[in-house]
């Protein structure tokens, strides 16, 4: 089993920055792509940036420039740099994680968080303009 905890979401002005984190445990030794969606109330959730194994990442076209993912190997967890926040992207953030896939390539998986096994319970973004 695993599990995914995030952390670090909070309420922030427009224009600032947050650091989001996601502590994966459990047995992650067949885990292979990382990412971080988001949902705004009444809106479907949405990829902002993905991850692999390797260090190769993907991102919302609407993030470019402005979010950055990493991942720290040697304690298992992920993380979600995130500046010059605009107050549309106010939502709750989730980790995600899954095993290597074989249907998409690392952009695609963005646009389907469905394909991900394993969720974390979310943290909070607010942004006020």
């Known amino acids: 089993q695993v599990q995914l905890v995030e952390s670090g979401g909070g309420s922030v002005q427009a224009g600032g920055s947050l650091r989001l984190s996601c502590a994966t445990s459990?047995?992650?030794?067949?885990?292979?792509?990382w990412g971080w969606f988001r949902q705004a109330p009444g809106k479907e959730r949405e990829g902002v940036a993905i991850?692999?194994?390797?260090?190769?990442?993907a991102y919302a076209d609407s993030v470019k420039g402005r979010f950055t993912i990493s991942r720290d190997h040697t304690n298992n967890s992920v993380y979600l740099q995130m500046n010059s926040l605009k107050p549309e992207e106010t939502a709750m953030y989730f980790c995600?994680?899954?095993?290597?896939?074989?249907?998409?390539?690392?952009?695609?998986?963005?646009?389907?968080?469905?394909?991900?096994?394993?969720w974390g319970q979310g943290t909070r973004v607010t942004v006020s303009s």
């Open positions: 995600a994680a899954r095993t290597p896939s074989t249907d998409y390539a690392l952009p695609q998986l963005l646009f389907y968080p469905a394909s991900f096994n394993y």
């Open positions: 459990g047995y992650t030794d067949n885990l292979y792509y």
């Open positions: 991850i692999n194994r390797a260090g190769s990442t």
